[in-house]
């Protein structure tokens, strides 16, 4: 999992990761809270670099406030976690 780019971002920006082998992915939004916003990936991927758009929207596709989210890849039994900062 990659530092999303740019950071701090305003409106969209893009997260990069890497899985080794074909598997289940997914890949979250969460606020500050810990609720979730947003799911960006939520199915099987073949193995190598994906590249995922986040436009700030969450599920409703209502525009998120500015703030600090957190972005979580799971991938088998491994998570992993960043954080990134919208600013509007």
Known sequence: LHQNYPNPFNPTTSIAFEIPKEGEVSLEIYNIKGQKVKTLVAHNLAPG????????????????????????LNFEQQQMMKKMILIK
Do not use: C, M
């Open 49 to 72: 670099n994906h590249k995922v758009t986040w436009n700030g929207t969450d599920e409703q596709n209502k525009q998120v406030s500015s703030g600090i989210y957190f972005y979580k």
